[in-house]
């Protein structure tokens, strides 16, 4: 199958995947605007199954919603009954509880984090979800439980080539997993960093900068950080995961070296267009 989107891609008629990349986007709330892989999704190259708990965050959802895209009121996590804290501000909402030691050390924190109902949930593993079939970019945000989601994931993530995740340099919650529990997590499973899609700096309470609270200076608080599947073997990559990889790597974060590095590795497979890598490259400019 050749799969053609109603939106021209430089990469896309160099490789012909097999078919369009699934986006699998857990914690799917919109309260921070655009998705990363939005243009890819408006430009027809990917289709999304999102899962959201909240009820109010996923009619939103439910009311933006394309023709690609699925949302669904699971909590992912590691398959085992827990307590959803819902925060004042949603997007603090989390299977764990807000650490009021740490919260007070950060203005504003104290508010947004305060737990305003417990809602009794049952999770389930996203290896268990038969709604999710093979999908090649994970997204997670989940307030601190996206290690339960890799470790939960990793028969259905081994056919991925790409993690958007959120990792927290400085818990902000009860016995919150941390950037190295998340990083070495992700190693084990064939992944490696390839960039800080955005930081977060906040300042420590009570200085205020500049007379806006939400201005930082140094201390680093989390951040979105892009996984990818170890292209330096590219021996354990299939052709497919490479196409997808390559696609991804193009639309979603802007990556050409790192489309070109997949292209080259398929042309020496026959796997994409006669002179692919060059021909990407006459395109951008």
Known sequence: MTVTAPTASPVLALVQPD???????????????EAPYHDMLRAGLCRVT????????????????????????DSIGDGAPHTLRVTATSGMTSLYRPDPNRLRLFNGFTEWGRVREEVPVDTRKLDDVDEVSAFDLLKVDIQGAELMVFQGGRQKLAEAVAVHTEVSFVPLYEDQPTFG?????????????HAFAAIKRWAIAPVVFEGDFRRARNQLLEADVVY?????HPESMT??????????????????DLTYHC??????RKAAALDAPNRYLT???
């Open 50 to 73: 999102g899962f959201e708990p909240q009820p109010d965050a996923l009619a939103e959802l439910q009311r933006r919603k394309g023709p690609h895209e699925t949302y669904l009121p």
């Open 263 to 268: 292209l080259s590795v398929l042309l020496t």
């Open 228 to 232: 990818v599947r170890d292209f330096g």
């Open 19 to 33: 078919r369009h990349t699934h986006v699998i986007d857990i914690g799917a709330n919109p309260i921070d605007g």
């Open 181 to 193: 529990d998340v990083d070495q997590q992700l190693r084990r499973q064939g992944f490696i960093p």
């Open 283 to 285: 395109a951008l400019r």
């Open 239 to 256: 052709d497919e995961q490479l196409k997808q990889l390559a696609l991804i790597a193009h639309h979603v974060y802007g990556s050409s």
